[in-house]
């Protein structure tokens, strides 16, 4: 295991990279250093070991977390999390009013992911355990919870990646974190000074106009920070909110031709990697470049959901 040490974002908020599919910089999960530890998002099931050698480098015990909470309940977020409650003793889960039965029963989300990731499920997610309904702790929009007398964390519904998702509000940092909602944030590129963010249009409940008004709402916030399931922070939350808008814009208007034209899911993902190839050569970025590999996975599924959306508005 390459035990990396954990990034420290803020003076009370550090990132530990999960290493989601064996990738650095995939997957993380953020810990709020309060009074009542808190962490956002578990990851998978085979990140749990990252996350507890992170916080063990952090100084902090399994016993001292006392809130897990997930923006929504897809296994790269929230797969992990009846795996490390199992030794969190003192721990509540946080959830989308939406998600905490599929937590308590997750057979429904393990059917859906091995739909989509095929005989790649067991290495990527196993084992996906039950969360003991005692431990849940549902929110939903405008919900509070207090984790120091200073901090009280606001949940907002951020409909459009999934129907179960939220957004996390931190009034200390003027910070939101987004799960997926927002798009997904390339850390590859960042720490190159390239701004770069796409939508993350996964099926199956990828729904264009519910994901604008999500990050319209944002954007309209006046955030100081952005922190994204996938991955790190933004202190330009304007801008990467604005990016992703314009990339679904983009990512619509494709999908709509590759339908037209009767092609699959891995044409059009085709279809929008010459669209950002274009765009990143343009910032002087090569078509060799390592994000690639991510920029590519996350347009395989995204391509998927497209023209699921599509499919099923056509049926209606």
């Known amino acids: 295991m390459d035990k990396k040490v954990p990034v420290v974002l803020t003076d009370r908020i550090t990132l530990i990279d999960g290493y989601d599919m064996g990738i650095a910089e995939r997957t993380g999960t953020y810990v709020i250093n309060e009074e009542h530890l808190t962490i956002i998002e578990t990851g998978p099931s085979p990140s749990v070991a990252y996350l507890k050698d992170g916080?063990?480098?952090?100084?902090?015990?399994?016993?001292?977390?006392e809130y897990i909470i997930v923006t929504h309940i897809h296994l790269d977020h929230a797969g992990g999390a009846g795996l490390l409650l199992q030794e969190c003793p003192n721990a509540k889960l946080v959830v989308h009013?939406?998600?905490?039965?599929?937590?308590?029963?997750?057979s429904r989300l393990v059917a859906g992911a091995k739909m989509?990731?095929?005989?790649?499920?067991?290495?990527?997610?196993?084992?996906?355990?039950?969360?003991?309904e005692d431990s849940i702790l549902v929110k939903g929009e405008g919900d509070k919870l207090e984790i120091s007398p200073d901090c009280i964390?606001?949940?907002?519904?951020?409909?459009?990646h999934a129907n179960h998702h939220f957004a996390i509000v931190d009034p200390v940092s003027n910070g939101v974190f987004t799960g997926d909602t927002a798009g997904i944030h390339y850390?590859?590129?960042a720490k190159e000074g390239i701004d770069f963010h796409l939508p993350s249009t996964s099926p199956n409940q990828f729904d264009p106009d519910l994901m604008r008004e999500s990050i319209l709402r944002m954007k309209e916030r006046g955030f100081s920070r952005a922190f994204y399931g996938h991955y790190g922070m933004s202190d330009k939350p304007d801008v990467a909110f604005g990016q992703t808008l314009d990339w679904l814009e983009t990512f619509m208007n494709e999908a709509e031709a590759a339908l037209q034209a009767g092609e699959t899911h891995i044409e059009l993902a085709a279809r929008l990697k010459e669209h950002i190839n274009q765009h990143l050569r343009s910032k002087g970025i090569d078509d060799d470049h390592k994000v690639y590999m991510l920029i590519e996975l996350d347009l395989m599924v995204g391509a998927m959901g497209l023209m699921d959306y599509l499919r099923k508005k056509k049926d209606k």
Request: no cysteine; charged share 20%.
């Open 55 to 65: 916080l063990k480098k952090m100084g902090h015990q399994l016993s001292d977390v």
């Open 187 to 189: 850390e590859q590129l």
């Open 153 to 160: 964390l606001e949940f907002w519904d951020s409909p459009g």
């Open 97 to 106: 009013s939406k998600g905490g039965r599929h937590l308590a029963d997750p």
């Open 116 to 132: 989509v990731y095929g005989n790649r499920f067991d290495s990527l997610f196993a084992p996906v355990l039950p969360v003991s």
